[in-house]
């Protein structure tokens, strides 16, 4: 597993998206290697997962010209079958671009057919709703926090529609996008201590590119089930 960028984008504790990832396969046994890479370093070939944390617009400037030198590289680690999930500025740096604040637009790693352009705005709340990833569906809460206003091309799919909160652009109640084994969200919080079944999806999604279709044994999801409720109900 890999977490892109941990000394630039870890908005809100994003980290704890790569703890509970490691946790929950360690309990079933599975063994991780988490490797941080930042600017100038490479991606190891075998990747099974790569996790990529928010941050502000001044942040994603940071990365921004490493991420364009690896285009290709990990595109070609996603038709290997590599799963990367983005939150929040990391997401929007899986699409196309991201016009920030400022005017000035990042280019991302075209993974997402998605595009993002800052509002004057920010979308701040609580975000509860259920999503698809995988083939699976799960239950997810999380919080969000941007400027940013994303728009969905034909090549991307919701992750979620958004019941609760303003999602991709507090305009098409959508949340996130997928495209195969990419997806993107606003949800921080972290999104997965509290949203297991996206934990596990994405675990199951990332193993199969080495061992094919995995089962994993079910786990005591009851503090985790808790959490999400408590963190539902308050807005
Ligand atoms: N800079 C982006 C925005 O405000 C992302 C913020 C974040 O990752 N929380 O839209």
Redesign the pocket.
């Known amino acids: 597993m890999v977490n892109l960028y941990p000394d630039l984008?870890r908005?809100?504790g994003?980290r704890g998206n790569v703890l509970v990832l490691t946790r929950r396969a360690e309990w079933r046994g599975i063994s991780v290697r988490m490797v941080g890479v930042t600017r100038g370093e490479r991606i190891p070939a075998a990747t099974d997962l790569i996790v990529i944390?928010?941050?502000?617009?001044s942040?994603?400037a940071l990365a921004g010209p490493d991420l364009i030198g690896r285009r290709s590289e990990v595109a070609d680690l996603v038709a290997g079958g590599t799963v990367v999930v983005g939150?929040?500025?990391?997401?929007?740096l899986l699409g196309h671009d991201?016009v920030?604040?400022n005017g000035q637009a990042i280019t991302g790693l075209g993974l997402l057919d998605v595009t993002?352009t800052?509002g004057r705005d920010?979308l701040v709340g609580r975000v509860s709703t259920r999503a698809t990833f995988a083939g699976e569906s799960f239950d997810v809460v999380g919080f969000?926090?941007?400027?940013?206003r994303t728009t969905l091309g034909a090549g991307a799919s919701p992750l979620a529609a958004v019941p609760v909160g303003q999602g991709n652009n507090g305009r098409d109640r959508t949340e996130g996008a997928v495209n195969g084994n990419v997806v993107g969200t606003?949800l921080?919080g972290p999104v997965l201590p509290a949203s297991p079944g996206f934990a596990d999806a994405l675990l199951r999604q990332s193993l199969s590119r080495a061992h094919g279709p995995v089962e994993l044994a079910a786990l005591d999801d009851r503090m985790e089930d808790a959490a999400r409720l408590v963190a539902s109900r308050g807005r």
């Open positions: 984008l908005s809100y994003d944390g928010g941050g502000s617009d942040v994603q939150i929040c500025g990391g997401y929007q991201y920030g604040v993002t800052a920010r969000e926090n941007h400027a940013g606003y921080h």
